[in-house]
T-cell receptor
Framework: KAGVTQTPRYLIKTRGQQVTLSCSPISGHRSVSWYQQTPGQGLQFLFEYFSETQRNKGNFPGRFSGRQFSNSRSEMNVSTLELGDSALYLC???????????FGSGTQLSVL | AQSVSQHNHHVILSEAASLELGCNYSYGGTVNLFWYVQYPGQHLQLLLKYFSGDPLVKGIKGFEAEFIKSKFSFNLRKPSVQWSDTAEYFCAVTRTSYDKVIFGPGTSLSVIP
């Protein structure tokens, strides 16, 4: 069974640009969560989608948004990038969202 | 707001030493508790979880954790660490009924051969 796939693996952007990250969950998983990982901050919860609906949201500004498609694939978008958005963005999938999470390798975003 | 704290940012141990990593959470109701591990260059993966029942839970690779409800704690233990246990360890919590999973800041463990 294929794991959680995130693309692209690396991204370099400049301030003010926008970026879209993609996540394909494990087949059959309906919940997709996104996290921002930075050294010292650990994993900060961005949002969770379940069956195409945003079910939970973290404390990030509105520049961070996401969506989920009917096949459970998810995308997150960050508009008007800031230097502080540089981080590893992790996607995790699960059957229902509150049990074992399966993580992808992440997308390393660098904002210059 | 729900939060998770981990006692140590970085722990350095010699092989065969015992390990205990502290984790406390702020939510007072029913919770599900997890420890995840991130080995260098690998995905985050589940070490163990507690949903209900016996508060002492066993996970993979000889790890165990004890849930103490009165202390809002879920500490991770291993009696004898190996060099291969060098990794970052994250405690996580979620309330039941499909709430978000909140992670602690992580503890970096370095095991010296």
């Amino acid at each position: 069974k294929a794991g959680v796939t995130q693309t692209p693996r690396y991204l370099i952007k400049t301030r003010g640009q926008q970026v879209t990250l993609s996540c394909s969950p494990i087949s059959g998983h309906r919940s997709v969560s996104w996290y921002q990982q930075t050294p010292g901050q650990g994993l900060q919860f961005l949002f969770e989608y379940f069956s195409e609906t945003q079910r939970n949201k973290g404390n990030f500004p509105g520049r961070f948004s996401g969506r989920q498609f009917s096949n459970s694939r998810s995308e997150m978008n960050v508009s008007t990038l800031e230097l502080g958005d540089s981080a590893l963005y992790l996607c995790a999938s699960s059957w229902t969202g509150d049990e074992k999470l399966f993580f992808g390798s992440g997308t390393q975003l660098s904002v210059l | 707001a729900q939060s998770v704290s981990q006692h140590n940012h970085h722990v350095i141990l010699s092989e065969a030493a015992s390990l205990e990593l502290g984790c406390n959470y702020s939510y007072g109701g029913t919770v599900n508790l997890f420890w995840y591990v991130q080995y260098p260059g690998q995905h985050l993966q589940l070490l163990l979880k507690y949903f209900s029942g016996d508060p002492l839970v066993k996970g993979i690779k000889g790890f165990e954790a004890e849930f103490i409800k009165s202390k809002f704690s879920f500490n991770l233990r291993k009696p004898s660490v190996q060099w291969s246990d060098t990794a970052e360890y994250f405690c996580a919590v979620t309330r039941t009924s499909y709430d978000k999973v909140i992670f602690g800041p992580g503890t970096s463990l370095s095991v010296i051969p």
